[in-house]
T-cell receptor, first 113, second 114 residues
């Protein structure tokens, strides 16, 4: 049973437009959420996180939104750049810790020049 | 380099054999994690070390899997009697603070069990 779901395996966006990646979770105990980016043949790299006490966190072109009632979070990238093309993983954990992360299956983002 | 180093990058073995995968974390990082990523899936937690001790090994799938970190730095993931279902990319990550998401992942060791 997948506790963290990324239902879109792929997404294509034009350069300069907004990319919106979505993630749903089922475990109401999750209180800390993260996004990771992964290029081919590299390990995932941390992008941005959000605690369940917030509903938005922004870092430059990246913003994560959390809707606890819907158990849904999204990552917005504005403006999208070709270098953003990668697999994006949503992850969640309990007790506000990164000690044990539960990952989604990832969304391949392609930003077209 | 200064990143997390994993060896070997690729390992092909036969069913039933024993395998060791090594992780060299970033110097000074006290937290070390092993994850496993199967094709088309996200990483799956295996074990977390804080210093030399395994603080959480609840993700190890069965007793064929074991990991050590004897001096609080390098870690070895050991898999006995490998099975075809063990084929995956094994990712190691390290960090300074287990309460943030700032995990630094290595490139992974791709294990193929024939």
């Amino acid at each position: 049973d997948q506790q963290v779901k990324q239902n879109s395996p792929s997404l294509s966006v034009q350069e300069g437009r907004i990319s919106i990646l979505n993630c749903d979770y089922t475990n109401s105990m999750f209180d800390y959420f993260l996004w990771y980016k992964k290029y081919p043949a590299e390990g995932p790299t941390f992008l941005i996180s959000i605690s369940s006490i917030k509903d938005k966190n922004e870092d430059g072109r990246f913003t994560v939104f959390l809707n606890k009632s819907a158990k849904h979070l999204s990552l917005h990238i504005v403006p999208s750049q070709p270098g953003d093309s990668a697999v994006y993983f949503c992850a969640a954990s309990i007790h506000g810790s990164a000690r044990q992360l539960t990952f989604g299956s990832g969304t391949q983002l392609t930003v077209l020049p | 380099g200064a990143g997390v180093s994993q060896t070997p990058s690729n390992k092909v073995t036969e069913k039933g054999k024993y395998v060791e995968l090594r992780c060299d974390p970033i110097s000074g990082h006290t937290a070390l994690y092993w994850y496993r990523q199967s094709l088309g899936q996200g990483p799956e937690f295996l074990i977390y070390f804080q210093g030399t001790g395994a603080a959480d090994d609840s993700g190890l799938p069965n007793d064929r899997f074991f990991a050590v970190r004897p001096e609080g730095s390098v870690s070895t993931l050991k898999i006995q009697r490998t099975e075809r279902g063990d084929s995956a990319v094994y990712l190691c990550a390290s960090g300074t603070d287990p309460d943030t998401g700032e995990l630094f992942f290595g490139e992974g060791s791709r294990l193929t069990v024939l």
